[in-house]
């Protein structure tokens, strides 16, 4: 799968990842199977000192191959009814673990 298949608001999504680096998104919502980022102060950067903090780098083309962590992420997306992902953990710039509240 390559970036340039995804429709926006999945391109979108990795956008924001790759610019976070490290840190998490909270109240993150899932409609009709696309994530809906949620408000900047909902996005917390992780600053390690005597580290690159900035955003993970990508090469010039937009149509890379997705690495196996998005892809996993978004294979999740396309199994979840409407929810909201109360945390979404980020490392080097892709999506590393969520925490979903479970349905009652």
């Known amino acids: 799968m390559r970036r340039a298949d995804l429709p ?13 680096g490290f840190g998490f998104i909270r109240n ?16 917390v950067r992780d600053v390690v000192f005597g580290k690159r903090n900035g955003p993970h780098e990508i ?3 937009d149509n890379f191959v ?8 978004f294979a999740y997306l396309d199994e979840l009814d409407d929810c909201t992902i109360e945390v979404l953990v980020v490392k080097h710039g892709l ?10």
């Open 8 to 20: 926006p608001p999945r391109r979108h999504f990795l956008e924001v990842c790759r610019d976070l």
């Open 28 to 43: 993150l919502r899932v409609v009709g199977h696309e994530p809906i980022l949620p408000p900047p102060s909902d996005i």
């Open 59 to 61: 090469g010039p083309s």
């Open 66 to 73: 997705l690495k196996a962590q998005a892809v996993e992420f």
């Open 95 to 104: 999506p590393f673990q969520m925490h979903v509240a479970k349905a009652a």
